[in-house]
């Protein structure tokens, strides 16, 4: 690879903030490896047990460190930084993934990397080209945020909207329990959605000042208006499952696109990006599209293995944080939020 750093630069990075663990090796700039170990064993329990959660960290982080390695073909010693999700996130799974980082770090003697893993969801626009203009937007939609951010360089980003209550995916998997479908219930709803008229059953659209989000409304109308249809036809759900995730699906959409229409018409940016878990769902990649070809923007979507949890934008942004020495010290501590 070609390039115009005066060393080569070569990250581990790990994530470890919920309940997906794992690992990535880049090479200055260029991803080699992007490997993720997803807890199953919460499906059990319809939602994110914590301790479940650390406890999987623990066993998986060494295997799928050793998993990286081995397909970027890179030996450890070669390493020029060990980065790691500082926060937000569950506390005890940050754990894990700092002390292993800080363990890496001190026996390689390389420097350590924080990782902000809201900030590295909107980095991961700069894995693959073509890389966002500054100033951009970034719709960012995930199982425990919803935001929008403007972006004026790689660090300096201003949340300018954000949810009030639940978030965009939190809305995704609850709508989706109240279905009777497994966790993360986000997935199987975007899968059923595609066989379903988004128009057969409408919910409100939260009504919310200004650039913020609401979700807990539409979540409480839905959970009634499915307790009502049960009561009087048990059949309800499976006889309408498509229909019901198509026009959940679409209010959820609505809301956020409506948003980002507004943002984009008070900056007078053009230049937006979707970015999180929920952008893995085909319908918003497909409304935002839309909505870039009506007002003239140019979009950034990101590939579909950068937008649930993975290490890949841990790695670009302490690829960044690298280049300008914004090292951690080897007293730091991970943070909840
Ligand atoms: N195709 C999809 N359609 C809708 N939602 C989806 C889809 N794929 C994933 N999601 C949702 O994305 C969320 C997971 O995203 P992500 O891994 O970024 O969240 P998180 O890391 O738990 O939260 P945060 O990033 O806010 O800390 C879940 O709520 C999941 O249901
Ligand atoms: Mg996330």
């Known amino acids: 690879?070609?390039?115009?750093?005066?060393?080569?630069?070569?990250i581990l990075a790990v994530e470890s903030s919920c309940d997906d663990t794992a690992a990535a090796v880049l090479y200055n700039g260029k991803?080699?490896?992007?490997?993720?170990?997803?807890?199953?064993?919460?499906?059990?329990?319809?939602?994110?047990?914590?301790?479940?959660?650390?406890?999987?960290?623990?066993?998986?982080?060494?295997?799928v460190v050793i998993m990286a390695l081995q397909k970027a073909g890179v030996d450890k010693k070669e390493l020029s930084a060990i980065a790691f999700t500082k926060g937000p996130g569950l506390i005890g799974s940050l754990m894990v993934g700092c002390s292993f980082a800080k363990s890496m770090a001190q026996a390689l003697n390389v420097p350590l990397i924080g990782?902000?893993?809201?900030?590295?969801?909107?980095m991961a626009h700069f894995i693959d080209p073509p890389f966002p203009a500054f100033p951009f937007l970034c719709l960012t939609v995930s199982g425990g945020?919803?935001?929008?951010?403007?972006?004026?360089?790689?660090?300096?980003?201003?949340?300018?909207?954000?949810?009030?209550?639940?978030?965009?995916?939190?809305?995704?998997d609850k709508a989706a329990k109240m279905l009777g479908l497994p966790y993360p219930g986000g997935p199987l709803i975007d899968?059923?959605?595609?066989?379903g008229n988004?128009?057969?059953?409408?919910?409100?659209?939260?009504?919310?000042?200004?650039?913020?989000?609401?979700?807990?409304?539409?979540?409480?109308?839905?959970?009634?208006?499915?307790?009502?249809?049960?009561g009087l036809n048990p059949n309800f759900i499976n006889e309408n499952l498509a229909d019901l995730c198509a026009s959940i699906?679409?209010?959820?959409?609505?809301?956020?696109?409506?948003k980002i229409v507004l943002a984009a018409q008070k900056t007078g940016i053009k230049h937006i990006a979707?970015?999180?878990?929920?952008?893995?769902?085909?319908?918003?990649?497909?409304?935002?599209?839309?909505?870039?070809?009506?007002?003239?923007?140019?979009?950034?979507?990101?590939?579909?293995?950068?937008?649930?949890?993975?290490?890949?934008?841990?790695?670009?942004?302490?690829?960044?944080?690298?280049?300008?020495?914004?090292?951690?010290?080897?007293?730091?501590?991970?943070?909840?939020?």
């Open 1 to 10: 690879m070609t390039t115009n750093l005066q060393q080569d630069i070569i």
């Open 31 to 63: 991803i080699l490896a992007n490997e993720v170990a997803s807890q199953q064993i919460h499906e059990l329990y319809g939602g994110i047990v914590p301790e479940l959660a650390s406890r999987a960290h623990q066993q998986n982080i060494l295997p």
């Open 115 to 122: 990782v902000n893993h809201m900030q590295a969801h909107v």
């Open 145 to 172: 945020h919803t935001q929008i951010v403007k972006m004026s360089d790689y660090f300096k980003g201003e949340i300018i909207g954000k949810t009030i209550d639940d978030a965009a995916g939190e809305a995704f």
């Open 191 to 195: 899968k059923y959605a595609q066989s």
């Open 198 to 230: 988004p128009k057969a059953f409408l919910f409100p659209v939260p009504q919310i000042p200004d650039l913020d989000f609401s979700f807990s409304g539409l979540k409480t109308s839905f959970l009634y208006f499915i307790q009502k249809q049960v």
């Open 249 to 258: 699906q679409f209010t959820i959409i609505k809301h956020l696109i409506k």
């Open 274 to 337: 979707l970015a999180g878990g929920v952008s893995a769902n085909s319908a918003l990649r497909k409304a935002i599209q839309e909505e870039g070809i009506k007002n003239g923007w140019q979009t950034y979507i990101p590939a579909f293995e950068y937008c649930t949890d993975n290490a890949a934008m841990i790695a670009i942004t302490a690829f960044y944080k690298y280049q300008n020495f914004d090292f951690e010290e080897m007293n730091t501590a991970p943070f909840a939020r």
